[in-house]
């Protein structure tokens, strides 16, 4: 799986980092709901005046979704045999 992460100032002009975004496939059904957490996540630490300047969304997932559906999202291929 293929990961982004994205880099921006806050209000309060503070360097912000946001790693560990998944990206999707176009006809992934799961798009569009973490499309949407995402904005309602940046919004959240854009306004933050906490001390941190590297925030996780892979564990802001972890807490927002259902475990079912988070790891749908984040699924990793076990291969057999160690091949």
């Not at 499309?35 to 001390?51: D, N, P």
């Not at 259902?66 to 291969?79: A, G, N, R, S, V």
Request: hydrophobic letters at 40%.
């Amino acid at each position: 799986m293929l990961f982004k992460s994205l880099e921006f100032k806050n209000v309060y002009g503070q360097k912000v980092k946001i790693i560990d975004i998944p990206v999707l496939e176009e006809d992934s059904t799961y798009r569009f709901m973490v499309q949407m957490r995402l904005e309602t996540f940046i919004a959240k630490v854009y306004r933050s005046h906490e001390g941190r300047s590297v925030y996780s969304f892979r564990d802001y997932l972890k807490k927002a979704l259902k475990w079912p559906i988070y790891e749908q999202i984040f699924k990793t291929d076990i291969l057999k045999n160690n091949a």
